[in-house]
């Protein structure tokens, strides 16, 4: 935040212990360890790929052209359909399916009207991009279905790769439902994780409307057959193959088989005279396709060419060291995945000390003496203690006369803020002002006993709220008995306990509570922005109040407040305040009807009411759940008369059936309830 010039700079400790700290850095350097290894292993294993490519290039070559003189069944841009074989939602093994009009960014048209009953397809022109996550490495063929009068043929790339030049490009025999056929585009090998598909073409693609990944078992595959043959690695003749079919027609490819031979060196020999002889013939006629073909599977053998690893060598690599790799790579992800995290505390650092010169009607610019660092001069009852250390800032000094027990206001005026927060009104009526303008406490006795209470306590909070909520005057009730309001109207004594209305805090817990969407976990990260990133409060993101925890959880943003705070009085976290003021507006009810908290809560009680047999016996648990009391005769006969209205009106409005309008009605009912007097209020 810093680096935006708009908010001062602050202080942050980590409050981890020494032992704390070790560990984690002895963690880290087991990591680098790892991580290490990771990089030399990595490093081997290209090596290996770049030396294997270079000195067997021949042999790479002629298993190229080997596999292009093969029907185109067999190959891999010739594979047979799988999707076409099977029914759909039975596909077999690690299969990534999805339509084709749910793309996850893209220009395409969908239609989902005019093509097909229920279906959807992509039209004109554009690109299509998906977002999906691979199980595991391996090779996974991709299939499309489509329909097509006309070819056209779409660009298909992955991973912003380009795989398939012409792909989708056969006929179907026309455009609709009854002509979608599934087409086998390729096969490519994926490694586990986070990739992109996008279709694309310049002008009118055919009429798409779902696509397939299925991983394909490599033992029925010719690729892995001529490597095993021949000791040559896969990977390397598959991107061979791949980016020399995509230059050459599949009848061309299919007559350079007549060229293969066992001998690699031969290969190349008979390739080269081939190229030389067609040359000769060609008497400025021009190459013929068959001799670009050649020419081009000769480029393979040149540093850079199909043949030869580009920069992606990791899909060259070994099976053993892939293996080895990745199980590192999981190791160290293990790790770090288990480095602790400790939380950060704001706190001053000690700067240079020094006494401050008065200032003179409080402007800077008219400085008197320098006036001593100490501490206030009215406060007399507690000593002060010996001046402060040149050589020290004072702030410790400070915050020990704070806490001393003797001292007459702090422990008064935590232990009068905690009773207002519970009762809602404090002991001293003016908690924010304890001086000779405030009122007096009206019961001191009472006030000096929890300061005292608090201070045993270690100063406590916790155990100080823990004795004011088992006290019997908490679990009073709010009725007023005549005798003692003639004797004691203002309620001084405390002989009741005042009717207050839930604050914002727990009108929105209270919704979660009663729901069953509260959620239990303690502490948490608030914000979803990493620590120290700006937080931009000039529109509120739903996301940052998305939590189910705890309203104490949520976090305060001061240009940004959670508006369901702000319609029950959440006062401005600008400006200290510990008496809040609590009013009844309109928004108020509203929020109670139609709120996303008070809309949600009502759904998630009238999914659990559905669950009850019997009318009566749900709206006696509704009023139970939401008002925490048996309901009455009449509030149940009132409840079913609503509900028989309630659904009435969905019944003529014909939108929904029977158990929907039974849901919706019970969540009217529980937001009705929701917005009564009785909810909002404690008594």
Do not use: C
């Not at 980590?14 to 030399?40: D, K, N, Y």
């Not at 986070?194 to 779902?210: A, F, K, N, T």
């Not at 005042?498 to 303690?522: I, K, N």
């Not at 509900?643 to 029977?658: A, C, F, K």
């Amino acid at each position: 935040m810093e680096n935006f010039n708009v908010v001062a700079v602050w202080h942050e400790h980590e409050l981890a212990t020494e032992s704390e700290v070790a560990s984690r850095e002895a963690l880290r350097g087991e990591i680098a360890a790892v991580r290490q290894q990771i990089a030399e292993r990595r490093q081997q294993a290209n090596d290996g790929a770049n030396r294997e490519a270079v000195d067997r290039r021949n042999d790479y070559a002629l298993a190229i052209a080997e596999l292009g003189g093969r029907p185109a069944s067999e190959t891999t841009d010739g594979r047979r359909s799988i999707a076409a074989e099977i029914e759909r939602d039975r596909w077999p093994g690690d299969v990534i399916e999805r339509q084709a009009e749910d793309y996850d960014r893209g220009s395409l048209v969908i239609d989902r009207e005019h093509w097909g009953k229920s279906i959807g397809v992509l039209l004109q022109s554009g690109f299509a991009e998906y977002d999906l996550t691979v199980p595991r490495d391996g090779r996974y063929q991709l299939e499309l279905r489509y329909a097509a009068a006309e070819s056209r043929p779409i660009r298909i790339l992955i991973d912003g790769r380009p795989v398939v030049g012409t792909g989708a490009a056969e006929t179907t025999g026309g455009w609709g439902e009854a002509e979608q056929r599934w087409s086998a585009e390729g096969l490519f090998e994926l490694t586990a994780g986070q990739h992109v598909l996008r279709l694309e073409r310049e002008g009118d693609v055919p009429h798409l409307d779902r696509w397939a990944l299925i991983r394909i078992d490599r033992s029925d595959d010719p690729m892995t057959t001529v490597a095993a043959e021949r000791s040559l690695r896969r990977a390397i003749i598959a991107a061979g193959f791949e980016r020399w079919s995509s230059t050459a027609p599949v009848e061309t490819r299919r007559s350079l088989g007549r060229l293969a031979t066992d001998d690699a060196d031969s290969f190349v020999a008979a390739l080269n005279d081939a190229i030389a002889a067609s040359d000769e013939n060609a008497e400025g006629t021009g190459p013929s396709d068959e001799v670009r073909a050649l020419k081009s599977l000769a480029v393979m053998l040149q540093p850079g060419g199909a043949a030869h690893p580009g920069d992606d060598l990791a899909a060259w690599w070994t099976d053993e060291e892939r293996e080895t790799i990745h199980g590192l790579e999981a190791r160290a992800g293990e790790l770090e995945g288990s480095v602790p995290t400790y939380p950060f505390a704001m706190g001053v650092r000690e700067g240079k000390p020094e006494d401050l010169p008065i200032h003179i009607r409080g402007n800077y610019l008219t400085l008197g003496e320098s006036a001593p660092r100490g501490w206030p001069q009215v406060m007399t009852s507690v000593e002060a203690g010996s001046s402060i250390d040149a050589e020290r800032s004072g702030r410790a000094e400070l915050a020990e006369w704070l806490v001393d027990g003797r001292h007459p206001l702090t422990a008064r005026v935590i232990a009068n803020r905690l009773w207002r927060w519970h009762f809602g009104v404090g002991l001293v009526r003016t908690p924010d002002n304890f001086g000779l303008l405030g009122s007096p406490p009206t019961d001191p006795d009472l006030l000096d006993h929890l300061a005292i209470e608090l201070v045993r306590g270690d100063w406590s909070l916790k155990r100080l709220q823990r004795r004011i909520v088992t006290s019997r005057v908490y679990a009073g009730a709010a009725m007023v008995d005549a005798h003692n309001a003639a004797v004691d109207p203002e309620n001084l004594m405390w002989w009741h306990v005042p009717r207050r209305r839930l604050s914002a805090e727990e009108m929105r817990d209270s919704l979660l509570m009663v729901s069953g969407g509260l959620d239990w976990r303690m502490f948490g990260q608030p914000l979803r922005n990493p620590n120290r990133e700006y937080v931009s409060g000039t529109a509120q993101d739903p996301a940052t109040y998305a939590s189910q925890q705890r309203t104490v959880y949520l976090p305060v943003l001061r240009s940004a407040v959670y508006d369901v705070l702000q319609a029950f009085d959440f006062p401005d976290p600008a400006v200290a305040n510990g008496d809040r003021a609590t009013s009844t507006i309109a928004p108020q009810a509203l929020f109670a009807l139609n709120g996303k908290p008070a809309v949600e809560a009502s759904d998630r009680l009238a999914s659990r009411a559905s669950a009850i047999d019997g009318e009566a016996a749900r709206i006696e648990w509704l009023v139970r759940q939401v008002l925490g009391r048996a309901a009455r005769p009449d509030e149940t006969i009132r409840g079913a008369e609503f509900l028989v209205t309630y659904r009435r009106q969905l019944s003529d409005e014909g939108t929904v059936d029977e158990a929907e309008r039974e849901r919706r009605g019970l969540a009217a009912l529980a937001r009705v309830l929701m917005a009564t007097n009785e909810f909002a209020f404690v008594d």
